[in-house]
């Protein structure tokens, strides 16, 4: 489904006013950064299993696991919060809304300060819908002593927001300067 972008024929000026409305006007919004918090913290007080009794948090996990991790949990956590939602599988988006795909949403979670996406975001626009709502996660390595959640942030991109590297073999993309500046509103810091 290719949605028509909410920031088309509008100044990259006004394009913060277009996103806090998106956010406000979304059915979780006033619930994602409790379930994100929650979802943090089962992580980090899960265990492996009862015989070896090794919680996560004492683990020395890689961001990437621990991104998977999020990936995971906070969809499941909304579905059983929040009746019309669930884990999106395949080609679908991240989290589904079952009562209307607008607002299904792409998690992308990052220990670094920026958010990243795979290389296909800025080349092609087939496959999974590179538009639409966004939740991003920022986190401290689980190796920290007490590792948190760094930024919440919620918004929306087109698939004109990314931009691919340079670098033929590379397989990141990463977000124009509009769009990390005015797409996303901050929901936890």
């Known amino acids: ?44 007080h899960g265990k492996i299993n009862t015989y ?37 599988v395949g080609r679908e988006k991240d989290i589904v809304c079952m009562y209307n795909e607008f607002y299904s949403m792409e998690l992308k979670t990052s220990s670094q300060k920026s958010i990243y996406g795979n290389r296909s975001y800025a080349k092609s626009d087939s496959g999974k819908s590179k538009s639409g709502y966004y939740l991003t996660i920022n986190f401290e390595k689980i190796n920290n002593n007490n590792p948190k959640i760094l930024l919440i942030q919620m918004g929306w991109l087109d698939h004109s927001d990314w931009v691919a590297q340079k670098s033929e073999t590379g397989q990141q993309a990463s977000l124009t300067k509009e769009a990390k500046e005015n797409e996303f509103m901050v929901l936890y810091k």
């Open 1 to 44: 489904m290719c949605m028509i972008s909410p920031y088309k024929n509008i100044e990259v000026e006004n394009w913060r006013a277009v996103t806090e409305s998106l956010v406000r006007q979304h059915p979780l919004s006033p619930y994602i950064v409790d379930f994100c918090l929650k979802s943090w913290q089962s992580i980090l």
């Open 52 to 88: 070896l009794n090794m919680y996560i948090s004492e683990m020395s996990i890689s961001p990437q696991a621990t991104g998977a991790l999020l990936h995971d949990v906070i969809p499941e956590y909304i579905s059983k919060n929040i009746s019309g939602f669930r884990k999106g």
